[in-house]
């Protein structure tokens, strides 16, 4: 097992204090479109994916999945996806809309308790009985999407930006940007000479900052070794690409950050008004689970077709390779022949799965062995991700 260093163990546990039974992420940082196109879902296709805030595993319900498992060790993001199924089952779209949409409403707490509440597990009953609140628009962070470690850390920059660096004018005009060449000619001589301070610089690069991200110590290991300039100029290099590479009009992934809502013309797909009726007669097929992925797929019907593994692999390459190991073993043993797994990661290059010795067919085998990657494909996609904060994105298909 991988020895950890004094500052390692430390920042585990700084990890784990502020993830343990926390809300961490409020909106998934991971760009569906990408997936769709990477995993080309079908009725006949049983997906697991990792819940996070749920957003995704709505989605792929509406791009055509038979079946979609949403599995979560946190309690909590599952409580948020039972929180946004029982809103669909009970709310009008407009309703709907106001919740998750605007992030606050007044009427929160009444949606809540004469409606939702009905549809929602005893566990998550127990956690949004005591913060339904966070819907309800009052205080610092007034929109939801401020709530949560990410929403959290998103209010400090957000909150920076635009009392020390004057900057709310320039986002103002980055929002109503019709065009890539007016995005790029605001960020340029509006935003950028303003942003990059020693200070920010420094802020970004702590590993305190990235963990209200989500972001373990490994993958920030990851990018100060693979990446020139380490994590300051990772960030900068992703956001120029956002503001100056990619369309920003449909970008509801930054643009929820920096208004605190979204809006009807930039939303995930599971909040557009075309979509409600038709995902609502979808939620059958949706299935939460709280559990470790392993224990999931151990106990599941074999025969999953999609693996969506998001990047928490990252970290148990690290601090956790023998646990990687029973996933795969478990992956492996639940998969039908000729499964898809997509993952994402910090590091630009990943080579932690080639040689993990896996069990397959009576036999213990490198798993880089049994992969069959679609390289081209994925890069090509990971060029057009509208978050890109992740350093590298993964197509790869299971022995037949």
Not at 372 to 398: C, K, M, N, P
């Amino acid at each position: 097992m991988t020895r950890l260093s004094t500052g390692q163990k430390l920042n585990n546990r700084i990890f784990k204090a502020v993830h343990h039974r926390n809300l961490i992420y409020n909106t998934c940082w991971e760009d569906p479109a990408l997936d769709r196109v990477a995993l080309q879902l079908s009725a006949s296709d049983r997906l697991m994916v990792i819940t996070s805030a749920g957003c995704n595993a709505l989605d792929y319900l509406l791009a055509g999945a038979g079946e979609v498992n949403a599995v979560d060790v946190n309690p909590i993001q599952n409580a948020l996806l039972e929180l946004k199924r029982g809103a669909l089952l009970s709310l009008d779209y407009k309703s709907f809309f106001e919740l998750f949409g605007n992030g606050q409403t007044p009427q929160a707490r009444q949606m809540y308790f004469d409606a939702i509440r009905e549809h929602l597990s005893p566990t998550a009953r127990t956690y949004w009985d005591k913060r339904i609140g966070f819907f309800l628009g009052r205080g610092w962070r007034k929109s939801f999407y401020y709530r949560g470690t990410s929403g959290f850390l998103a209010k400090l920059v957000l909150t920076n930006l635009t009392m020390v660096h004057r900057l709310r004018e320039p986002m103002r005009q980055l929002l109503a940007a019709q065009t890539i060449e007016e995005q790029r000619a605001i960020y340029e001589e509006k935003v950028k000479p303003r942003i990059w301070t020693r200070f920010l610089k420094f802020f970004l690069s702590r590993s305190f900052t990235l963990t209200l991200l989500g972001v373990p110590w490994p993958q920030r290991d990851q990018i100060i070794t693979q990446y020139p300039g380490g994590v300051a100029q990772f960030i900068r290099d992703s956001l120029e690409t956002v503001l100056c590479q990619l369309p920003f009009r449909d970008n509801y992934f930054w643009r929820v950050y920096l208004q605190g809502h979204y809006t009807e013309e930039a939303c995930p797909e599971y909040l557009k008004r075309d979509n409600f009726d038709r995902l609502r007669s979808l939620l059958p097929r949706l299935k939460i689970h709280t559990n470790t992925v392993t224990n999931f797929l151990r106990s599941t019907e074999p025969g999953l077709t999609r693996f969506v593994l998001l990047d928490h692999m990252d970290w148990m390459s690290h601090a956790h390779p023998q646990g990687l190991v029973e996933e795969w073993n478990a992956i492996l043993a639940s998969a039908a022949p000729g499964a898809r797994a997509i993952f994402r990661s910090a590091g630009l290059k990943v080579d932690f799965l080639d040689h993990l010795r896996v069990s397959y067919r009576g036999q213990t085998v490198e798993l880089g062995s049994l992969l069959r990657y679609h390289r081209q494909l994925a890069a090509e996609l990971h060029a057009r991700d509208r978050v890109h904060t992740y350093g590298s994105f993964h197509i790869t298909d299971l022995p037949s």
